[in-house]
């Protein structure tokens, strides 16, 4: 079980903590789950309600340990909302507990496991159940499993054995599709270094972190402010400072799209998975997993930099978060972890002084089709805002203020994203150059030689081959993402 970093940020959740379901874009999925179920007496209605997408949406505070339960191939076994509870969860031994809300009562829930005829007990859990649960004791990040075996009554529930599966033995056909804001409160915080602040602020006027620090609705900032040591092997000793804030709204992009068993089955994508319990499914035709959001960073880089080619990275705060997605019925968690650092890299002895501010957003992520598989998604756009730079000394230094997220669901990393804005100064001589970018203004520039400065961004990362978990043919090694790289020329000159 992974080690948690100390909660930093734990305020009181309102209905919608976990997310902002403002942002979502999953407009054709505002059907509930009760007009999805089947109406005995007017199947032509249940019909045109089944091919409705799912909605994807923030899951309410109350669903906070909420459960849902299918027993797929049999009558009435597609997954629906449950009374029933994971009581507790032991990850290594796959064995878990599960409980009913009106355990002790003489009238269990009639919301527990689908019944297959008319056999099994309401409000008992069996095999062949597939179990969907938001965190619960022992299973942080959720948990997604199947009943392999009943073995027996405890004072607490039943205690089952269980196997994993995968999402599609939820979602069967169903289509689902939206993008929702992660709350910035439901963040877990590490502070790496001694000076480091985090601020947010979210709806109904609340904000958290030092005072008269201004953070857009729905955003995260992280400030920090340190000293930069001198890198083994640097040619000089260095004396610099690093100071900045890397702002982010983040948000969680998911979909999925039944149907592999449709016409889309003539392709290679379209043969059945094979779960690790030994179970198959048709898996789904399409689907996306992906982080994105708006970005704002402004950094000064001062003094002399003495760095090596090699970058130099410092890891300044780690985040996490496990927010719930309600698809339909089904909680589905997402596991979001963000790592803010700094890096710098150069040659020779430069002193410098630089600073700049960006804005703009990023996405992140992977896409399923049957007749690409999986294939990489990564789009950024910046936009420079205007930029002070003094660089001494012939030589070349780049700094970078970025963020590495890594997203997956229910424990299993999907998706790792590494967004990297930077500025990087060239210089042969001596130079100082004041450069208001964008304002037409001409660059104030005292200099003996050459110079150049560069904005630039790179976004790379991976896909993992634990994406496998909707259903779709396993990876057989990691996808990288590919370089998103980009340059611009903010000012040159010579002398």
Known sequence: MRK?????LVPALAASALFLAAGCSADPGQSSAAARTPDAGASATATA????????????AAAATSTAVARPGTAGGKARKTSLKVKSYDSHTRR?????????TSSPSPTGSPTPAGTATPGRTAVGDVIASAPAPGAPDGLLAKVTKVIGETADGTEVQTAPTTLDTLLGADDAKGTVPVDPASFDVERLLPDVKVSWAKTGDIHSGPEGTKVPLGSLRVDVATKVATAEGAPASADASVSGFVQVKPEVDFSYGGGASTASTASTASTASTASNGSTASGPGAAYLGVSGDWTSQWALKGRAGATAKPVRLPFAKLHADPVLQVGPIPVVVNLDLTCYFEISGDGRVTVDVEQDLKGDFKAGGTFGTAAGWTPVNESHMDSSPVRTSVTTAGSVKAALGAQATVGLYGAVGVTADLAPYLRGEAAGTVTATTPVGSGAKSDVAASGSWALYGGLDLSGTLQIQLAIF???????????GTLHREWKLADGKM
Do not use: E, M
């Open 4 to 8: 948690r970093p100390s909660r930093a």
């Open 49 to 60: 309600n089944s091919d409705q997408p799912l909605a994807v949406a923030a899951a309410p």
């Open 96 to 104: 878990a507990v599960i409980s009913a809300l009106g355990k002790g």
């Open 471 to 481: 259903g779709t043919p396993v990876i057989q090694h990691a996808i990288p993402l």
